[in-house]
């Protein structure tokens, strides 16, 4: 005779089966909608998740100067210091913001209005001064003149259109930057900056009542471990990437190097995705010197920056950064091309401080197996 419990419990097994099936059909048949439903669903909440974001980067800074505001001697700076500290925080960004877009950002703009107005007639120059090279000249090889040949094939025109250009960042920046998007991201931004002990108390007061002891130790271990590289990593490689934008642009100025703001702007960018940013930085800067400038210009500028990238690698990126996030070059260059290849530059970027915290669970993985094996071991 069969057990009423064991039917019971095989119905409820089959019958949950069948639900889930139902749903993974229903899933898979309305795809398209539910895709466009999340992706509305995460447009609508972009400016919450901007200003958290924007409050990440700048929770350090206000750590410091509220700490910094708790020194002093009057009780009044004291008891305000947490808003003395965000409004001290944001009068500086907004200061910067002033900066770039009335001094840094016109002159940008008008370098790349220039190039993509003359971008044909400094390709056509470099043609011609090829063609004038004598027949011996190692420029002169069949690989050369056929990858030129490839090249003039191209409508250089077609892809440097300043009217499409410009309707690709007007579309972009009308996009994400709307009005209102930017005030609900910074009054966002504002709150969660007042009130970061009690939100960060209350994720740990959640969590500690979900998880076991030991696993909410190790959950806060990990999450304190991992904001410290995320926020460490993206802070220095933001204030490096503008001492080498800073430095490539004057040295370029003084070599009198066509664009040397825009360069000096792009390889800035560029160097904050370590080893293929530099590259891909410098060997487009120095196809655009070679067509505005000619080759003794952009041998120079080659040697310049490479050396100035050094003196950034050897010793400004390490008094910035401090102490190394210890991973390999070549994991390094593993995470940069799986995290580009599947994320594009956002996730070149955020590659390293991603495998530095993927390496950190790996190590502790093993170490926890190499531990049990011990005890084990011990045992017998």
Not at 307 to 335: E, T
């Amino acid at each position: 005779m069969n057990n009423p419990k064991h039917r019971w419990r095989s119905w409820l097994y089959w019958f949950g089966l069948g639900i889930a099936i139902i749903a993974v059909y229903k899933i898979l048949d309305n795809f398209p909608n539910i895709m466009e439903g999340i992706h509305r669903f995460f447009n609508i909440i972009g400016p919450f998740l901007a200003g958290v974001f924007i409050a990440y980067l700048l929770y350090m800074p206000c750590r410091s100067l509220e700490s910094l505001y708790k020194k002093s001697k009057v009780k009044v700076i004291v008891k305000k210091s947490r808003t003395l500290s965000i409004l001290t925080v944001y009068i500086i960004a907004i200061l910067i913001l002033i900066i770039l877009i009335n001094f840094i950002l016109p002159v940008i703009i008008n370098s790349i209005v220039d190039l993509i107005n003359n971008i044909q007639g400094y390709y056509e120059a470099a043609i011609n001064s090829y063609n004038t090279l004598p027949e011996d000249s190692i420029l002169k090889s069949s690989a050369v003149k056929e990858a030129i040949q490839n090249i003039q094939n191209i409508d250089i025109k077609q892809y440097f259109k300043l009217d499409r250009i410009l309707e690709y960042i007007l579309g972009a920046v009308n996009a994400v930057t709307s009005i209102f998007d930017i005030f609900v991201a910074f009054i966002v931004s504002v709150y969660v900056l007042a009130g970061r002990k009690e939100i960060l108390t209350f994720f740990k007061r959640l969590a500690n009542a979900i998880f076991k002891d030991k696993t909410y130790n190790n959950i806060n271990r990990y999450f304190d471990d991992t904001n410290q590289i995320f926020f460490k990593f993206i802070a220095s490689q933001f204030i490096d990437a503008i001492v080498v934008g800073i430095l490539v642009t004057i040295a370029m100025t003084i070599m009198k190097v066509k664009y040397a703001p825009l360069l000096g702007f792009f390889i800035g960018l560029f160097n904050m995705i370590p080893y293929i940013g530099a590259i891909i930085a410098v060997g487009i800067s120095a196809i655009i010197t070679l067509i505005t400038g000619g080759l003794g210009n952009a041998i120079w500028m080659l040697i310049v920056v490479i050396i100035l990238q050094q003196i950034d690698a050897n010793i400004i990126n390490p008094k910035i950064v401090g102490q190394s996030l210890k991973v390999s070059p070549l994991l390094v260059l593993f995470s940069v091309t799986v995290g580009g290849a599947y994320f594009g530059i956002l996730g070149m970027f955020l590659a390293v401080p991603a495998s530095a915290v993927v390496k950190i669970l790996v190590e502790d993985f093993i170490e926890y197996k190499n531990r049990k094996k011990k005890i084990k071991q011990i045992e017998v």
